[in-house]
């Protein structure tokens, strides 16, 4: 498995601002993405975070709302931008570790909350 | 692209009986079926997974079954126990070439176990 961390664990944002998670991994792993889970819902791909180039985002999530950096393969952030309160959810890093095929892990999420 | 419907929504059970989780897919490509436990205020955590090459897997007192030709899944725990509450997602992925990671979850199930 991996450690994987994420900050900040929970925030209260203002309406109109805009907040960045970071994903930090104690390994190097091939594939990072990034979950939302509104409250009391299910999990929902919001992209894979491609190591060097532009993420790949699911069908609802757009890049100018949730633009996603990956600068190497341990790291990864995710903005929330312009928020409002239908922003409230957890957001998950989760990775596959290099060798394990399909497994994948979650960090513990960050809540937001958006007033 | 994939949909997965879970059920039941909740389920609730005497401490040493049996639970059974069913989920759906829709997408005959997928191949990769895993099941991921979530406590209160913590992270998914993986606790079997199944492919589609295997009809039934079995981990103590948790087994998953796969039908491929029905396209369900079914979680079986079995002498369940009151920390066997949480909440149980399952999910469908075809885990390939690039396509790892990619998992589209069911609704997930409220598991009480009442002592």
Redesign the interface.
């Known amino acids: 498995s991996a450690v994987i961390s994420q900050k900040p664990s929970r925030d209260i944002c203002q309406r109109g601002t805009s907040l960045t998670i970071q994903c930090q991994v104690d390994s190097q792993v091939t594939m990072m993405f990034w979950y939302r889970q509104q409250p009391g819902q299910s999990l929902t791909l919001i992209a894979t975070a491609n190591q060097g180039s532009e993420a790949t985002y699911e069908s609802g999530f757009v890049i100018d709302k949730f633009p996603i950096s990956r600068p190497n393969l341990t790291f990864s952030t995710l903005t929330v931008s312009n928020m409002s309160p239908e922003d409230s959810s957890i957001y998950l890093c989760s990775v596959l570790v290099r060798g394990i095929t399909g497994e994948l892990f979650f960090g513990e999420g960050s809540r937001l909350t958006v007033l | 692209?994939e949909n997965v419907e879970q059920h039941p929504s909740t389920l609730s059970v005497q401490e040493g009986d049996s639970a059974v989780i069913k989920c759906t897919y829709s997408d005959s490509a997928s191949n990769?079926f895993?099941w991921y436990k979530q406590e209160l205020g913590?992270?998914?955590?993986?606790i079997i997974?199944i492919?589609s090459n295997v009809g039934e897997k079995k981990d103590q007192r948790i087994a998953v079954t796969l039908n491929k030709t029905a396209k369900h899944f079914s979680l079986h725990i079995t002498e369940t126990q009151p920390e066997d509450s949480a909440v149980y997602?399952c999910a469908a992925?075809f885990?390939g070439g690039t396509s790892?990671?990619?998992?589209?979850?069911?609704?997930?199930t409220i598991l009480t176990v009442h002592p």
């Open positions: 692209g990769y895993p913590k992270r998914p955590q993986l997974d492919r997602f992925a885990s790892y990671g990619k998992l589209t979850f069911g609704q997930g």
